[in-house]
């Protein structure tokens, strides 16, 4: 009978000691994660590494140039680049139903929304319906030519967009943003604000702030002069009219873009004086720091209220504190595990080495899956959210780089960590099968010398 009694007792608490092992296999693997996004999806070196290993403070100007010149094309004629898409705007419901049921549902609603271009086929096979049921569809103050219809309106006085801005080409904005901002001093720039960054997300800070002082000092400098050169000489040639009044010191009204345009001699010199002024004015509000994440503030009680509750920071210290600690967690369901489980050296090697050796394996196939996880993810869920004028640019191929560098890094992160657990958990199993091989020999050994006794 007590035998019977130490049977069950035994097996129910392998049972415990077994359910308490795969606690610690599940916590070990989310909390092993949790670290690795800690330790380098929220590290500032790792995002430092990336923009540098991609060469992005040197591309930067000229994206941004196309970033411009992509925009400025849009605002010009935004049926340009998906004329399919804006038929689909304000369709008649017979046009709607035609080019749903010749495009389907989902490329219908993919294309009416601006995430995609139509395909040649696509084109050719919604002309049909244009031609039926968008004359009768079209309201009367579109009625009229489609060049007419989509052509920009003329600019008014309320645009925002002063005209010799819209002089610049794509390379007129890829030298101004260079001169301004040269790699090195965009690197310092972005690399201390990744710095405060990281630190805001450790709780060590309460803001976020960009510092502008090199900036400040290159548009005041010697460099803002040549700035404002480069501008001057990008616009076309300056007319007799618009000679009489820069020499005449007519530069509009105040708060009016002044007259720009390619000047020489003493005009040249009157408009870049004017120019240099209204830009030292500019810059003299410009601070020295940019404020990307305002600390709380006591007065205001809606600054408090966001997901990290009334105080961001001490909630963040908080949650770094848990990540902290958190490897106690696995680290007391294996002392659970040996409670219930362990009643010898061998016992032990084994009911800790198995749980480890899975957790090791489990991460170490998630370190090897992550890159092409990534670019599965990136193909299915990320280009297609891109807008339809973007489709082009070479932004997406830079941002697909620079992610695919931080998850590298995630990666290898997890990677090298998992294959090192593996290997100690490996060596423990092997040392419990010495270990028993070593208990069993002299038991064999007696068994063999038994007989001759």
Partial sequence: MRKIFASIFNFIAKTIAALFAGLAVLTGILIFLLLGVKHVLLNSETYKRALVENGVYEQLPALIAEQFSLVEEFIADPCKANPLGCSIDGASPELQACLMDILGEDAYVEIGSGKRNPTETELQDAQPCLDQFSRASRPQSESGPPDERHSPSPQSDSDPQPAYLKNLSSEHWQALILHLLPPQDLQEMTEATLDQLSAYLNGETDTVKMPLVKLKARLTGQAGQDFILKLVNAQPPCTEEQKEQINSSDFGAEGQPP???????????????????????????????????????????????????????????????????????????????????????????????????????????????????????????????????????????????????????????????????????????????????????????????????
């Fill in 259 to 453: 007259v720009v345009c390619a000047a020489t001699g003493e005009t040249l010199e009157k408009l870049s004086q004017e120019l240099q002024r209204q830009l030292s004015e500019a810059v003299s509000e410009i601070p020295k720091e940019a404020t990307l994440v305002k600390p709380p503030s006591s007065s205001d009680p809606a600054s408090g209220s966001g997901p990290l509750g009334s105080d961001p920071q001490a909630a963040l210290q908080k949650v770094n504190t848990a990540l902290n600690l958190s490897p106690l967690l696995p680290l007391t369901f294996l002392l659970l595990t040996a409670l219930f489980g362990v009643r010898s050296l061998k016992g032990w090697l084994r009911w800790w080495g198995v749980p480890i050796l899975i957790t090791g394996f489990i991460l170490l196939s998630v370190g090897i899956a992550a890159i092409p996880a990534f670019e599965w993810a990136w193909v299915e869920f990320a280009i297609p959210e891109f807008p339809a004028m973007f489709s082009e640019s070479n932004l997406i191929p830079l941002g697909h780089d620079l992610a695919h560098s931080v998850v590298r890094s995630f990666a290898a992160w997890v990677s090298l960590r998992a294959a090192f657990i593996s290997v100690a958990a490996l060596s423990a199993l092997i040392s419990y099968r010495f270990v028993k091989m070593r208990s069993q020999s002299p038991t064999k050994d007696a068994a063999q010398e038994t007989p001759s006794n």
